[in-house]
């Protein structure tokens, strides 16, 4: 679960966002809206992998809007 900040605009509750990974490092390819700005994101290190300590994943989510704000939009939290 990715919780976004308050200061990101995320589609409605259960619409299904787009993951994008360049380099490969995450299996992910979609990503569901859930209530309070969270996202779920399922396969994201692959069925079976084990996620090592210093492991650095590069993904992009399709569809969040920034705000229309010079302000930071706040914090966000990952969690597995």
């Not at 993951?19 to 490969?24: C, I, N, T």
């Not at 209530?35 to 300590?53: C, D, R, S």
Request: charged fraction near 15%.
């Amino acid at each position: 679960m990715i919780r976004m900040p308050s200061g990101m605009t995320l589609p409605t509750a259960g619409s299904k966002m787009q993951v994008v990974s360049d380099d490969g490092s995450t299996q992910a390819t979609e990503a569901t809206v859930l209530p309070g700005n969270l996202l779920q994101i399922l396969n994201f290190v692959g069925v079976g992998l084990t996620m090592e300590a210093e492991s650095a994943f590069s993904l992009r989510i399709i569809g969040i809007q920034n705000q229309n704000s010079v302000r930071d939009a706040g914090d966000w939290e990952i969690t597995t």
